[in-house]
């Protein structure tokens, strides 16, 4: 069982800058692929951003590209996701996400995560 917790949501104007953590639980966090994706209010749950556990390699949603990185420390079991130029179009739940079966390329597919978050508030005002 793998338990995410995330934090660092807040409330942040109009090209400011937030940084999400999210802290794992499990011995083998350094096996999971991870990821983030973020929930609108009446909207679908979409992709942002994923980073492998083989090699580090990173994807993101075109609307966050150049804008937002994922990276990772496995020694603190831990992902985070640096958001800068941040607009009212992000405000969102945002929500942690691990895949434990290996694959060794950055997931999308919010199917084939095995392990989710509780999420973290991110409110952009204009």
């Known amino acids: 069982q793998v338990r995410l917790v995330e934090s660092g949501g807040g409330l942040v104007q109009a090209g400011g800058s937030l940084r999400l953590s999210c802290a794992a639980s499990?011995?083998?966090?350094?096996?999971?692929?991870m990821g983030w994706f973020r929930q609108a209010p009446g909207k679908e749950r979409e992709f942002v951003a994923a980073i492998t556990w083989s090699s580090g390699s990173t994807t993101y949603a075109d609307s966050v590209k150049g804008r937002f990185t994922i990276s990772r420390d496995n020694a603190k079991n831990t992902v985070y996701l640096q958001m800068n130029s941040l607009k009212p179009e992000d405000t969102a739940v945002y929500y942690c996400t691990a895949d434990t079966s290996l694959r060794v390329y950055p997931v999308v597919r919010q199917s084939l995560y095995d392990y989710w978050g509780q999420g973290t508030q991110v409110t952009v005002s204009s």
């Open positions: 499990g011995r083998t966090f350094s096996n999971y692929n």
